[in-house]
Nanobody, 127 residues
Framework: QVQLVESGGGLVQAGGSLRLSCAASGRTFSGNAMGWFRQAPGKEREFVAL????????YYADSVKGRFTISRDNAKPTVYLQMNSLKPEDTAVYFC????????????????????WGQGTQVTVSS
């Protein structure tokens, strides 16, 4: 079993920055990758970014490319999402997720492709 706990959400003005954290425990290193998703009110949960535990390869949604950076600290083990140049449309509950199955490609962007989920942290960007 893997437990994931997100933190770092909050209220920020447009153009500002936030850093989210996702602390993992349990069978962490049987996992292959960690992802961030977000869900705005009335919308589907959407993929944001992922990183592989082993070599740190990353993959981003087009909507956040160049503004968000995903990173990991294998020793803790924790995954981060640095969010810069935030926009009101980034407002959502942000979830981290763990994939324990082997990766067959980097574009692992669907909810069912992940095995464990955190409880989410709210990010609100005011205009």
């Amino acid at each position: 079993q893997v437990q994931l706990v997100e933190s770092g959400g909050g209220l920020v003005q447009a153009g500002g920055s936030l850093r989210l954290s996702c602390a993992a425990s349990g069978r962490t290193f049987s996992g292959n990758a960690m992802g961030w998703f977000r869900q705005a009110p009335g919308k589907e949960r959407e993929f944001v970014a992922l990183i592989t535990w082993g070599d740190g390869n990353t993959y981003y949604a087009d909507s956040v490319k160049g503004r968000f950076t995903i990173s990991r600290d294998n020793a803790k083990p924790t995954v981060y999402l640095q969010m810069n140049s935030l926009k009101p449309e980034d407002t959502a509950v942000y979830f981290c997720a763990s994939r324990t199955r082997p990766l067959i490609r980097m574009s692992i962007t669907r909810r069912y492709e992940y095995d464990y989920w955190g409880q989410g942290t709210q990010v609100t960007v005011s205009s």
